[in-house]
Nanobody, 123 residues
Framework: QVQLVESGGGLVQAGDSLRLSCAASAGTFSSYAMGWFRQAPGKEREFVAGITWSGGGTYYEDSVKGRFTISRDNAKNTAYLQMNSLKREDTAVYYC????????????????WGQGTQVTVSS
């Protein structure tokens, strides 16, 4: 069992940056691939970014490529999502998740989820 807790969300203006953090409770954090998803009101949850268990591989949804960066620190049991050049359409609840798959890009491939953190981008 892995418990995930996100933090770092907030209200920012378009063009600003935020860094989300996802702290994991279990010592087996390094054995899981990690991902970030988001869900805007009235929309389905969508994949944003993922990182392999070692941190050697990262992958992104097209709309965030070049603006968002996913990373992890296995010594701290924490994953991060650095979000730059934020846009209004990035407004959503952001969730981190852990997966036993190597390169998981869909929600069904993830085993554990955090409670989410709200990101609101105003123009």
């Amino acid at each position: 069992q892995v418990q995930l807790v996100e933090s770092g969300g907030g209200l920012v203006q378009a063009g600003d940056s935020l860094r989300l953090s996802c702290a994991a409770s279990a010592g087996t954090f390094s054995s899981y691939a990690m991902g970030w998803f988001r869900q805007a009101p009235g929309k389905e949850r969508e994949f944003v970014a993922g990182i392999t268990w070692s941190g050697g591989g990262t992958y992104y949804e097209d709309s965030v490529k070049g603006r968002f960066t996913i990373s992890r620190d296995n010594a701290k049991n924490t994953a991060y999502l650095q979000m730059n050049s934020l846009k209004r359409e990035d407004t959503a609840v952001y969730y981190c998740a852990a997966s036993s798959f190597n390169v998981p890009t869909t929600a069904v491939m993830y085993d554990y989820w955090g409670q989410g953190t709200q990101v609101t981008v105003s123009s």
